[in-house]
């Protein structure tokens, strides 16, 4: 059984950071694609980011490039996200995903999930 667990939300002001966590368990680590994806109230699902560690392969939503970096732990089994230069925009909670698999961003596409991390950004 696939078990995704997302961790690190929290409270910042705008400007500042967090880092979330998604702990992967129950799949091949490294040639899984492992994404970020996040809701906030009222809008759909989007895509952040994902990454396939074997291959290093990485995508990310114009609206986090160059602020966000997804990063992988092999050893631990475990996908962060570092979020800089935080929005107020940015609130929604968020959700790690993981498929078999290329990378990609579209939620359908993703058949497991872990429960989300609400990340709010006050400005």
């Known amino acids: 059984e696939v078990q995704l667990q997302a961790s690190g939300g929290g409270l910042v002001q705008a400007g500042g950071s967090l880092r979330l966590s998604c702990a992967v368990s129950g799949l091949t680590f490294g040639n899984s694609a492992i994404a970020w994806f996040r809701q906030a109230p009222g809008k759909e699902r989007e895509g952040v980011a994902c990454i396939v560690s074997d291959n290093d392969d990485t995508v990310y939503s114009d609206s986090v490039k160059g602020r966000f970096t997804i990063a992988s732990d092999n050893a631990k089994n475990t996908v962060y996200l570092q979020m800089n230069s935080l929005k107020s925009e940015d609130t929604a909670v968020y959700y790690c995903?993981?498929?078999?698999?290329?990378?990609?961003?579209?939620?359908?596409?993703?058949?497991?999930w872990g429960q989300g991390t609400l990340v709010t950004v006050s400005s």
């Open positions: 995903a993981a498929r078999m698999g290329s990378i990609g961003t579209v939620p359908q596409d993703f058949n497991s």
